[in-house]
């Protein structure tokens, strides 16, 4: 939902063109977005759902995906296509960036679990390279829980994000969650939303 109206389709090509073919396969998962708020001023919006499993290996037999993989990940996944065509749409747009959802990846995991995912931050170290910044920590200046884990209700993990350009980053007032004690009491959602307020 916009409180303005949406302009256009973003159509996100990767650097390679098999990243472009998988993001057309994942389609689904990644919509972006040019909108225009109230006020007339534009952003780029993406919303992601990286799922908590990597991209078939079959896809890519015989592709050398290197170029774009985590260098400490365990397989490619969904999240890395995008972080690789927001490298080529970011150069090519004039309009801020937000770029928001279920990343499936929390730094929590490359030491809490023994032998799991690995390259959390680095992740979250090449979003900041392309200029785009995690909300949630700069207001909050710590990794900020997002999510239940079904399995024992534990809260410490931070799996979804938003993240800003840098313009954008300076205008932040505040970024913070949904109360848990409303969003998980409910049972609403496992996770929790990411409320941003900006300057304008």
């Not at 490619?76 to 990343?103: E, K, M, T």
Request: net charge negative; glycine share 8%; hydrophobic share 40%.
């Amino acid at each position: 939902m916009v409180r303005g109206r949406i302009l256009n389709e973003l159509n996100l090509r990767g650097t390679y063109e098999w990243v472009s073919s998988e993001l057309t396969r994942y389609a689904g998962n990644v919509l972006a977005r040019t909108i225009e708020g109230l006020s007339g001023e534009r952003f780029n919006v993406v919303v992601v759902y990286s799922p908590a499993w990597p991209l078939d290996s079959a896809v890519r037999h015989g592709v050398d995906v290197s170029p774009i993989k985590l260098e400490l990940g365990n397989g490619l996944w969904c999240a890395d296509l995008v972080h690789d065509a927001l490298s080529v749409a970011i150069r090519n747009s004039p309009y801020h960036w937000i770029v928001g959802g279920d990343f499936n990846s929390s730094e929590t995991f490359d030491y809490m679990w023994p032998g799991g995912p690995r390259g959390n931050r680095e992740y979250l170290d090449r979003m900041a390279k392309l200029g785009l910044f995690d909300a949630l920590r700069h207001c909050q200046g710590k990794l900020t829980p997002t999510f239940k884990n079904p399995k024992d209700g534990v809260v410490v993990h931070q799996i979804d994000h938003l993240f800003v350009s840098l313009e954008l980053k300076s205008r932040l007032t505040s970024c913070d969650v949904g109360d848990e004690n409303i969003v998980f009491g409910e049972r609403m959602s496992d996770h929790l939303p990411i409320i941003a307020i900006f300057n304008s």
